[in-house]
């Protein structure tokens, strides 16, 4: 999951549209794409138009489908859940996750409506949520995606371009995922006209060990795709990298000299995972 396209859930028009962006997922959204007022009739918008794009899936022409639910804490949370979501969805998104309470509460409700099976993605976007993250992620969470614009409001900080102020946040939700084998998409970009600041953003947070990318516009698609696919010098180097090490390995080196670096076992399997994350794609 590269990319994952969000759209309103009270915009089947646009929803319409989202599989011509060929991204890897997409979510309709009930949170914060649709206002307070338009919540509840939005639930069957969303529901249409999720089954549109289930059934496109299943033709071999679209994305992961999931529906972004309103948080537990809202008055919506219930009624998205037993009226918007069904079987054969991808997943519910489930945003600002706090605790394990919180995450119970959704696999309890989830069991009310009969989707017992239905994986679910965290949203963690506050700072309660970083500080618990780890909790929050050993539940049933197959997914996770970082939330900075929420999280820095929480903070009553202040959004920079550097970053700066999300690293610790960021870095952390993507450790705890590494730790509870969760998947960990990254935070939004909001300037969806800035292509050059995506690809750097995108560029920081596979550094940091996310594998994909939330996206806000159909344009940043295919800027997450080319950041988090390995590119065919990153591979040609992986494949020459292994072909060295292993030989060194066969006449007893654990470590060797290759193209001006020392290369040992770490820098071996981070090889390894660059040929295994373009298998997949």
């Known amino acids: 999951m590269r990319s994952l ?6 915009r089947p028009d646009l929803a319409a549209k989202v599989t011509r962006a060929q991204p890897d997922a997409v979510f309709l959204d009930l949170e914060d794409a649709v206002p ?30 999931f529906v972004r639910v309103n948080a537990v804490s809202t008055p919506w949370f219930e009624g998205d859940i037993r009226d918007t979501l069904f079987g054969e969805l991808t997943g519910v998104v489930v945003p600002k996750l706090e605790t394990t309470n919180d995450v119970e509460t959704v696999v309890q409700s989830l069991a009310r409506a009969d989707l017992a099976d239905l994986p679910i993605m965290a949203g963690i976007e506050s700072a309660r949520g970083v500080a618990r993250v780890e909790d929050v992620l050993a539940g049933p969470v197959r997914w996770c995606y970082f939330g900075a614009e929420d999280f820095v409001a929480d903070m009553g900080g202040v959004r920079t371009t550097s970053n700066m102020e999300v690293l610790y946040a960021r870095s952390r939700v993507s450790l705890a995922a590494r730790m509870a084998d969760v998947h960990a998409i990254d935070q939004i970009v909001a300037d969806f006209r800035d292509g050059a600041r995506y690809l750097t953003d995108a560029g920081e947070g596979r550094a940091l060990g996310y594998r994909g990318k939330l996206c806000i516009h159909p344009g940043q698609v295919a800027l997450a795709h080319r950041t988090f696919t390995p590119s065919a010098d990153e591979l040609d180097r992986a494949r020459r990298l292994l072909e060295a090490y292993e030989a060194a390995a066969a006449r007893g080196e654990a470590a060797l000299a290759f193209e001006g670096e020392m290369v040992d076992e770490p820098m071996a399997r981070r090889a390894r995972a660059i040929l295994e994350a373009a298998s997949e794609y």
């Open 5 to 10: 396209l969000t759209v309103p859930g009270n």
């Open 36 to 65: 307070p007022a338009a919540k509840e009739a939005a639930r069957a918008e969303a529901r249409s138009a999720a089954r549109e794009l289930v059934r496109a899936r299943a033709g071999g022409r679209g994305a992961a489908v």
